[in-house]
């Protein structure tokens, strides 16, 4: 099975940990970063439990992804 699916379904969301690997820093760079940006969408499931909107995030991603 595809690491994009489970269940059967299509991952609409990244982690931390994942966003972390895309942009090749720290997890706690990459917390910070989604802590501080309005340039796509973070969902807060918690206190430290963050889940980043794919598509918002991957279109950041590809125009350059700005820091904040």
Known sequence: MDKST???TVQRTY????VADI???SIRKAY???EH???FKVI??????LRIHKESF???FNEGGSAT
Request: glycine share 12%.
């Open 58 to 60: 991957d279109k950041w």
């Open 23 to 25: 942009l090749g820093v």
């Open 32 to 34: 910070y970063l989604c």
């Open 44 to 49: 807060r499931l918690g206190k430290r439990c």
């Open 37 to 39: 940006t309005s340039d």
């Open 15 to 18: 982690t931390a940990e994942q």
């Open 6 to 8: 489970c269940s059967g």
